[in-house]
């Protein structure tokens, strides 16, 4: 069983940045891909980026892709999102995922453990 935390969320003006951190606590964090991703009000909740345990495949959604970061620290059990260059467009609900297997996977239902959702606002 895994637990994630999500924090980092907040209000920024367009052009702003935040990080998001993910803690995860229980069995094996070390083994699970983990995964960002979101959900607007009224939309599905959509795949944002993901990273293998080792760090050495990551992938994006293609809008955030030059804007967001993906990282993860291991020794610390955190999953970080670091977000540049914020739009209006990327408020939404932001959740921490993480699978039971290895590999990166950009799919909601490929994910086993979910956190709570940490809000992010841009304003124009």
């Known amino acids: 069983q895994v637990q994630l935390v999500e924090s980092g969320g907040g209000l920024v003006q367009a052009g702003g940045s935040l990080r998001l951190s993910c803690a995860a606590s229980?069995?094996?964090?070390?083994?699970?891909?983990m995964g960002w991703f979101r959900q607007a009000p009224g939309k599905q909740r959509e795949f944002v980026a993901a990273?293998?345990?080792?760090?050495?495949?990551?992938s994006y959604k293609d809008s955030v892709k030059g804007r967001f970061t993906i990282s993860r620290d291991n020794a610390k059990n955190t999953v970080y999102l670091q977000m540049n260059g914020l739009k209006p467009e990327d408020t939404a609900v932001y959740y921490c995922?993480?699978?039971?297997?290895?590999?990166?996977?950009?799919?909601?239902?490929?994910?086993?453990?979910w956190g709570q959702g940490t809000q992010v606002t841009v304003t124009s």
């Open positions: 990273i293998t345990w080792s760090g050495g495949s990551i």
């Open positions: 995922a993480a699978r039971k297997i290895t590999t990166i996977n950009s799919i909601v239902s490929g994910y086993d453990y």
């Open positions: 229980g069995r094996t964090f070390n083994k699970n891909a």
